[in-house]
């Protein structure tokens, strides 16, 4: 008899596949890119954007598309189980691009590091790899990995990375409320959290010190380039002869990055393209305004 592979927390493609979001998917004139990588959904936590990413999922469409890691936060799901409609929505909708031919890869992080165990196999379409490299259009080669390897507190004192952790739970706990405040006084959203990192000495150390170390080892490995997760800071940048990219998170900063068709490379803020939108109206919101 052929051994059925269980996903932690049940979670079952073909459940998805089956069933419908409890948000409908928008019908609308996507816009396309060659590549999107997204990392730091955190999946189980109130601090998840889950609407500002299915709007980005609504919104964007992509031939690849890597997530790379901490997508699921299984630490927060151990300690507390927290997963509304819109969680499931945005798992619905990544299935969803695979079965229209999308290729997905996904390289879980260490939140999500429950999910090693199957690196190699494939569910519902979706890729679970350690790590992969990615060939851009024009011809350069990006390491993609979550980066949390790189992180001298995950390795050397666990117990210290989930004090932090609980330390940034609070945190995120306290931006909700900025913004609940922000939003009810018409302002737009703006993250308590990213605003202190980049205030905070320290936090600005470790920061480009995790960019240097992951440049080197791309540059180690022979790549042209390397995209991390892990850090929750958006950023594009060269580090001695090799191109660093971080594709930021979906709990602070709401950002993906892109690859073009040309393999030009671009930073997406989302938070702020939802407030454009809702600024400026469609040319189509407006003729049916007139």
């Not at 999308?102 to 999500?112: F, L, S």
């Not at 990192?197 to 995790?210: C, E």
Request: hydrophobic letters at 45%; one cysteine or more; glycine letters at 8%.
């Amino acid at each position: 008899m052929a051994t059925v592979t269980r996903l932690p927390f049940g979670l079952d493609p073909t459940d998805f596949s089956s069933s419908s979001p409890s948000i409908p998917e928008k019908i609308t004139d996507r816009r396309h890119y060659r590549t999107i990588w997204i990392s730091d959904v955190h999946l189980g936590t109130r601090g998840c954007n889950a609407d500002k990413l299915i709007d980005f999922l609504d919104h964007v469409d992509s031939d690849t598309m890597y997530l790379v890691g901490d997508i699921i936060d299984g630490w927060r799901l151990k300690k507390k189980f927290y997963w509304p409609a819109a969680h499931n929505d945005v798992v619905w909708r990544i299935l969803k691009r695979a079965r229209r031919g999308a290729r997905i890869v996904y390289i879980p992080g260490n939140h999500d590091e429950m999910f090693r165990q199957f690196t190699g196999l494939n569910f519902g379409g979706v890729e679970i790899r350690r790590s992969a490299v990615h060939m851009t259009a024009d011809g350069k080669r990006l390491l993609v990995l979550h980066g949390d390897e790189f992180d001298a507190v995950m390795l050397s004192h666990r117990w210290l990375a989930h004090l932090g952790d609980a330390a940034y739970e609070m945190t995120m706990a306290l931006n909700r409320w900025v913004n609940l405040v922000r939003r009810a006084m018409g302002l737009r959203y703006w993250s308590l959290s990213k605003y202190a990192k980049s205030k905070v000495k320290n936090a600005v150390a470790f920061i480009t010190r995790f960019e240097e170390v992951v440049a080197r080892e791309a540059g180690a490995r022979g790549v042209d380039g390397v995209v991390a997760g892990h850090i929750h800071a958006a950023d594009m940048r060269a580090i001695n002869g090799i191109a660093y990219y971080n594709d930021g998170d979906w709990v602070e900063g709401c950002t993906a990055l892109v690859e073009h068709d040309d393999g030009r490379m671009e930073i997406l803020h989302w938070a702020d393209e939802m407030t454009l939108r809702e600024t400026i109206p469609s040319p189509t919101a407006a003729l049916a305004a007139a």
